[in-house]
Nanobody
Framework: QVRLVESGGGLVRAGSSLRLTCAAS????????MGWFRQAPGEEREVVAA????????YYEDSVKGRFTISRDNPWNKLWLQMNSLKPEDTAVYYC????????????????????WGQGTQVTVSS
């Protein structure tokens, strides 16, 4: 059974940092592209960052470029999102996602490319 479990969210002040962790089980991460998405109240779910199965290529949504870093450790079945210089507009539920088996060098920005999802972790940034 595939499970993705996010942790590391919380309530912080603007300018602070958080590190989200996604612990995966039931799948072989080295075959799979992964991503972080977020959804704010009343908004659609949007991609924040994505990473190829080897971790060699990454994608960032424009508003988080230079502030967020996505990384992974396949042997340890972990995915991270380091979030620095947080802003109130980063407030959302953050979700970890894993794709179907993916070719090398490919990351996905569209949620429809992801097969497995975590339950989400709340990030709240106060001004």
């Amino acid at each position: 059974q595939v499970r993705l479990v996010e942790s590391g969210g919380g309530l912080v002040r603007a300018g602070s940092s958080l590190r989200l962790t996604c612990a995966a089980s039931g799948l072989t991460l080295s075959n799979i592209a992964m991503g972080w998405f977020r959804q704010a109240p009343g908004e659609e779910r949007e991609v924040v960052a994505a990473i190829t199965r080897s971790g060699g290529r990454t994608y960032y949504e424009d508003s988080v470029k230079g502030r967020f870093t996505i990384s992974r450790d396949n042997p340890w079945n972990k995915l991270w999102l380091q979030m620095n210089s947080l802003k109130p507009e980063d407030t959302a539920v953050y979700y970890c996602a894993a794709s179907r088996p993916a070719p090398g060098g490919v990351y996905y920005r569209n949620s429809s490319e992801y097969e497995f999802w975590g339950q989400g972790t709340q990030v709240t940034v106060s001004s």
